[in-house]
C-alpha cells in the first residue's frame, strides 16, 4: 500500500530480476514507480500550473534585493513577458511623508506598534496592486521587500491564496533570499544605499550612516530565514557564490536560475561590432574589403587602450572574452581585429569563442546577398517587402514572432541567443562580441531595456563599438563609439609605443621585434609565418629583399589568420587561403601569392 495514496499495489509472488537487468535499467513502465507520491505530485503542480507568477524577494536591508529585482525585470521584459517592480518602500515613503521620524531607525523598530502597522499596510497594499496587474493580463510581478520573518511570508502566502480563490486563478510564488555576510560588500552596499535613497535626503553622511545601521539591526533582530521546504524559493550566498534552490522547476529553472548565477555587481565594458564591410554582390563566405579591414585595425587598437585602461596597466592572461559569429565575415573581422592587440608586448594571445548562437536571423527563402547588400544602419524592410509582399504583410501585423517561411523570427532569435547573454552577463572581464545587424539589435535590446517588440527598428551602424557598462543599480550605460573619431591615427601607433610594422606574429601569437629602423627580410617574416601553419609555406613567393609595410601588414594578417586555423582545424576558417575567393582588392587583403 502506497503511504501517499493509500492504493493497494500487488506484490510479485516470485522476486525474478535478472543482474543485466537490473545494471541496465528496469524497463518497466515508469506508471509503476513512485509517480503518486506527494513529491511528483508538487513537481507536477508547480511545473504546469497556469496564472502569473510572483517573485518575492527577502532578506535584510542593503544585501542587493533591488539590483536583482531590477536585473530580473530587465531579463522577463526582454523575454517578451509583461513584468512590474512593485518596491514596498517606495510605498511606504508616499504613505509617511507627512509624518515625523518615519525614515529613522526608531520606525522599524518591532515595538513600534504604530509603525508596524503602517509598513504592514505599505505592504499589503503593493502586493495588492501586484495582484491587479497579474490579473489586468500581467506575466510577472517583482514584489521587492524585506518580507523578512516567517510570519509575514505566511501572510503574504494567505493573502495570495484567498485572491486566487476569489478570482479563479491560480499564482506561483517563488521566493528569493539574499544572503550577504562579507563585510566589504556590506559597507558598499551600505554607502551607496545612504548616498542615493531618498530616506536621507539632507542628512549628514555619518549620521546617515549610523541611522541606517541602526535600522538594520533592528530587522536582524526579528530576522528569520527561509526553513518551509513547502515554499518554492533560491537562496543566493554572496552575490551567487552559492545557490540553493527547492521545489523550483520548469521555465524558472531553465532560465531564471541560470541568470541569477550570471549576474554579479563588478563592472566592465562591453562591446558590441557589426562585422565590418563585406564585398557587395557577394556571397555568405566573402572577405572583408580594404574599409572593413581598416575599421578593424582601429578596432584592435581602440581595444587593447581600452583593456589597458580596465586593468590599470596590470593585463591579466587571458584578458578579453571575446565571441564571434561563425560567419566567414565576422570570424575575419574578429582575427584582423586580434592581430593588432597580439602585436602589443602587453597583450597574452587572445582566443576567441565561435558559436552559431550569435549567427543572424536565418531568413529561408528570403536569403541572398541582397539582404546584406541593401543593410543600413537596419536591415532593408523596404526591399524586403518589395521582395515579399505577402510575407511583409503578416511580418507587419506581428514583428515578433512571424517566421521568415522557411526560417526565424526575432522571438527565435531571443530564445537561442539567451545563452551567449548569460555568457556576457557572467564575465568579469571585458567582453567582445562581433555578430549581425539582427542579433545585435535583439541583445542591445536587452541592455538598453528595450521592448523586443521593437527591436526590429533599432539602429546598429557599421563600423562603429556599441559600448556597454552596468551601473551600480543594475541597469546599463550606453554609448556608441565611431572608430574613426577615436582612432585618427595609424593603429600600429595607437597599439603600443613599441610597435612597429616590422615584426610577424609567431604560433603563439607573440610578437617578433626588430630594432627600429631595421627592415624585417622576408625571410625573417616566413620563418614566423611558418610557425603559424605550414600552408603558408606553400604559397611562398620568391622575390629577393626586404618587405615593404604593406607586404609586411598583408603577412601579419596572414600569420595570424592561419594561426587560428591550425587552433581549430574544424572551423570553416581553413578556407579563407583559397586563392579563388580572396577579396578583389589585392592590396589591403591578405593574398598569399603576393607575400
Known amino acids: 500500500m502506497t503511504e501517499s495514496t493509500g492504493e493497494q499495489v500487488a506484490e510479485p509472488a516470485l522476486v525474478t530480476g535478472h543482474t543485466h537487468d537490473y545494471y541496465a535499467g528496469n524497463k518497466e513502465s515508469a506508471k509503476n514507480g513512485a509517480t503518486s507520491c506527494q513529491g511528483f505530485q508538487s513537481r507536477q503542480r508547480r511545473e504546469t500550473g497556469r496564472g502569473g507568477l510572483i517573485i518575492a524577494m527577502v532578506g535584510l536591508p542593503a544585501r542587493g534585493k533591488s539590483f536583482i529585482s531590477r536585473k530580473v525585470k530587465i531579463f522577463f521584459r526582454w523575454q517578451n513577458l509583461r513584468t512590474r517592480l512593485f518596491n514596498v518602500g517606495q510605498y511606504r515613503r508616499e504613505m509617511t511623508k507627512d509624518e515625523e521620524n518615519s525614515n529613522s531607525a526608531e520606525f522599524y523598530s518591532a515595538n513600534n506598534e504604530k509603525a508596524m502597522t503602517c509598513r504592514r499596510e505599505a505592504a499589503f497594499q503593493a502586493l495588492s496592486d501586484a495582484l491587479r496587474f497579474i490579473d489586468d493580463a500581467g506575466d510577472v510581478a517583482i514584489y521587492d521587500a524585506t518580507n523578512s520573518t516567517n510570519e509575514r511570508r505566511k501572510m503574504i502566502m494567505d493573502h495570495v491564496w484567498t485572491h486566487g480563490e476569489q478570482t479563479g486563478r491560480t499564482y506561483r510564488v517563488v521566493w528569493i533570499e539574499v544572503v550577504c555576510d562579507d563585510p566589504e560588500v556590506l559597507n558598499t552596499n551600505i554607502r551607496n544605499k545612504v548616498v542615493h535613497s531618498p530616506d536621507f535626503v539632507g542628512c549628514g553622511f555619518d549620521d546617515a550612516m549610523a541611522d541606517f545601521k541602526a535600522r538594520i539591526k533592528e530587522y536582524d533582530e526579528v530576522y528569520e530565514t527561509i526553513v518551509d521546504d513547502e515554499l518554492s524559493y533560491i537562496k543566493l550566498y554572496n552575490m551567487s557564490s552559492r545557490v540553493l534552490a527547492n521545489k523550483v522547476y520548469g521555465a524558472i529553472a531553465k532560465s531564471l536560475m541560470p541568470y541569477l548565477m550570471a549576474i554579479h555587481i563588478g563592472t566592465r565594458p562591453i562591446w558590441l561590432v557589426r562585422c565590418a564591410q563585406v564585398v557587395r554582390d557577394a556571397e555568405k563566405d566573402a572577405h572583408l574589403t580594404s574599409s572593413g579591414l581598416d575599421f578593424a585595425s582601429k578596432l584592435g587598437a581602440w581595444i587593447h587602450q581600452r583593456v589597458l585602461d580596465f586593468y590599470e596597466g596590470a593585463i591579466l592572461e587571458s584578458p578579453v572574452k571575446i565571441l564571434s559569429s561563425t560567419a566567414p565575415a565576422a570570424v575575419e573581422t574578429t582575427l584582423a581585429t586580434l592581430a593588432l592587440c597580439h602585436a602589443s608586448p602587453h597583450m597574452t594571445p587572445l582566443k576567441f569563442k565561435q558559436t552559431a548562437l550569435l549567427n543572424a536571423v536565418d531568413r529561408g527563402r528570403n536569403a541572398g546577398n541582397w539582404w546584406i547588400d541593401h543593410c543600413t544602419d537596419k536591415p532593408p524592410w523596404n526591399e524586403l517587402q518589395q521582395r515579399d509582399p505577402e510575407f511583409y504583410a503578416k511580418w507587419e501585423a506581428n514583428k515578433l ?6 526560417g526565424e523570427s526575432y522571438h527565435d532569435v531571443m530564445t537561442r541567443v539567451e545563452g551567449c547573454l548569460l555568457e556576457i ?26 521592448s523586443l517588440d521593437d527591436s526590429w527598428d533599432i539602429s546598429i551602424p557599421l563600423h562603429t563599438v556599441l559600448e556597454i557598462t552596468p551601473t551600480l543599480g543594475g541597469l546599463f550605460d550606453f554609448k556608441v563609439v565611431n ?7 595609424d593603429p600600429k601607433q595607437l597599439a603600443s609605443p613599441h610597435y612597429s610594422p616590422r615584426h610577424a606574429i609567431s604560433r603563439q601569437g607573440s610578437a617578433i621585434f626588430k630594432p627600429e629602423g631595421t627592415p624585417m627580410t622576408e625571410e625573417e617574416i616566413y620563418s614566423a609565418a611558418n610557425d603559424a601553419h605550414p600552408l603558408v609555406r606553400k604559397h611562398r613567393s620568391t622575390p629577393e629583399g626586404d618587405l615593404d609595410e604593406t607586404q609586411l601588414r598583408k603577412a601579419l594578417y596572414a600569420a595570424e589568420l592561419l594561426a587560428c586555423v591550425k587552433e581549430d582545424a574544424a572551423s570553416p576558417r581553413g578556407s579563407f587561403i583559397d586563392k579563388s575567393r580572396i577579396d578583389a582588392e589585392q592590396t589591403t587583403m591578405c593574398s598569399l601569392d603576393d607575400l
Open 425 to 450: 552577463e557572467a564575465s568579469t572581464r571585458p567582453v567582445l562580441c562581433v555578430s549581425h545587424i539582427t542579433l545585435l539589435q535583439v541583445l542591445v535590446a536587452y541592455f538598453r531595456g528595450v
Open 401 to 406: 514572432r512571424t517566421r521568415f517561411p522557411g
Open 483 to 489: 572608430i574613426d573619431d577615436v582612432c585618427s591615427t
